[in-house]
Structure formats: structure tokens, C-alpha cells
């Protein structure tokens, strides 16, 4: 199998990257420093620095109204996609740790788009099963706990309009998805990843950013 010309992604060329990538506007950046300074044994949770600039022109290239988002955490690509989304545009958060969305909600005032995002602190499967059952969601974005990944998968797909997109964090689980005898949650990614590639009713491409991200495509 060749490995083709793939770049190692060093820390000057990372920075490198960042920089010529929007930057972050000084609430994002406010939320990556108090996630970093208050909740450092969690702060990992939060997504990448150039997640939130991918997301946000991955809802303006599908020209999104409709997003869910399961796991908020600090509320760092709600704040990203929220910002993408026209006047009109809507987005449905998830997550069950009011103690860690009390950031995203001061992050979202101070952006002037709380008014755009709905945040519902339950178990996401609940609130993913009372959403309407037909097509109407543009862009969901997954991150949260991945034993539920595939639950979670199949009830946002058969509520994504035709051509919406799906978007999936943490598909490499650090690395752990090669490990033939991997349990736990990497087996579960595993599983996952599996779920997906056999999903015929979705065209699916995984690709290395930060730690592995699955895109797809509702046929």
C-alpha cells in the first residue's frame, strides 16, 4: 500500500498552517484559554484550533440553516458554526455538564449569537429521538462520547436532507483504531468506522485532521 507524499505535520509547519488559517476572534481564543486554564484534565476535549475555522466553512459551503452539534464542552465549534450560519440559521447543541456549557454560554452572549444556538443539557440520544423524523437537518457535527457514535449516527442519517453533511471527531482515537485486539472506546471507534464505510446511504471520506475526522455525505 503506498502512503503517497504526505507531509509530517511538525510544530513550526502547524504553526505555519495556523497562520495562514482565519484566525480565531477574540472570543474563540478567550474560550481556548479559559478551557486551557480552568479545565486543564479536560481541556483535550475541546476541538482543535483548526477545527473551528473548518467547520465554520464547511456550514458556509453547504449553505447550512439547520445544524446539530452532539457535545458542547466549552462551546468552542458551536461558537464557530453559529458564526457561519446566516441570520436565519439555527443550531441544536448537546450535551449533559452544565458545568462546562456555563463557558459556552458566556462565550455565545459575548459573540452577540446566543440567539442561534440552542443548547439542551440531556442524554443526546433523547434529544436526537424527539427531533422530527424526516430529512431537515444541514450539518451535524459529532464529538461527544464514543460508545453512543453509531446510536448517535443512526438518528441523525435518516434526518439529513439529501446532500447534508456529516461530520465525525476523533475517528483515529489517537492512534488506537490499528490495534487489532483495541477495547474500550477505540474498539468502539473501530466499530464505528466500520459502520460508516458499509453505510450505503452516505458517501463517506475519512481524513487526518487533528484526530482524524469523517466526512459524509447524505445520497
Known amino acids: 500500500m503506498a502512503k503517497g507524499n ?4 511538525t510544530d513550526e509547519l502547524y504553526a505555519y498552517m495556523l497562520g495562514h488559517n482565519p484566525p480565531l476572534d477574540p472570543v474563540q481564543r478567550m474560550l481556548v484559554e479559559v478551557t486551557h486554564t480552568r479545565l486543564p484534565l479536560v481541556a483535550g476535549k475541546q476541538v482543535a484550533e483548526e477545527q473551528g475555522p473548518l467547520l465554520a466553512f464547511l456550514v458556509r459551503l453547504t449553505g447550512a440553516r439547520r445544524v446539530v452539534e452532539i457535545g458542547t464542552f466549552t462551546g468552542l465549534s458551536a461558537l464557530s458554526m453559529a ?27 459575548k459573540a452577540g449569537v446566543s440567539d442561534r444556538i440552542e443548547l439542551r443539557i440531556a442524554p443526546a440520544i433523547d434529544t436526537l ?14 464529538d461527544a462520547d464514543k460508545d453512543n457514535y453509531v446510536a448517535y449516527w443512526d438518528e441523525l442519517v435518516p434526518r439529513m436532507r439529501p446532500g447534508g453533511l456529516l461530520v465525525v471527531d476523533n475517528v483515529f482515537y489517537h492512534g488506537g483504531v490499528t490495534d487489532p485486539g483495541a477495547s474500550g ?10 459502520h460508516v464505510t458499509a453505510d450505503e446511504r ?6 487526518p485532521v487533528a484526530d482524524g475526522l469523517t466526512l459524509a455525505r447524505r445520497r
Open 202 to 207: 452516505v458517501d463517506s471520506v475519512m481524513v
Open 83 to 109: 458564526q457561519a450560519l446566516p441570520p436565519d440559521g439555527t443550531l441544536l447543541t448537546c450535551d449533559v455538564r452544565e458545568e462546562w456549557t456555563e463557558y459556552a454560554r458566556a462565550g455565545w452572549a
Open 185 to 194: 472506546l477505540a474498539a468502539a471507534i473501530r466499530d464505528f468506522n466500520d
Open 129 to 142: 429521538r424527539s427531533l422530527p423524523g424526516g430529512p431537515h437537518i444541514d450539518m451535524a457535527f459529532i
Open 6 to 9: 504526505g507531509t509530517p505535520l
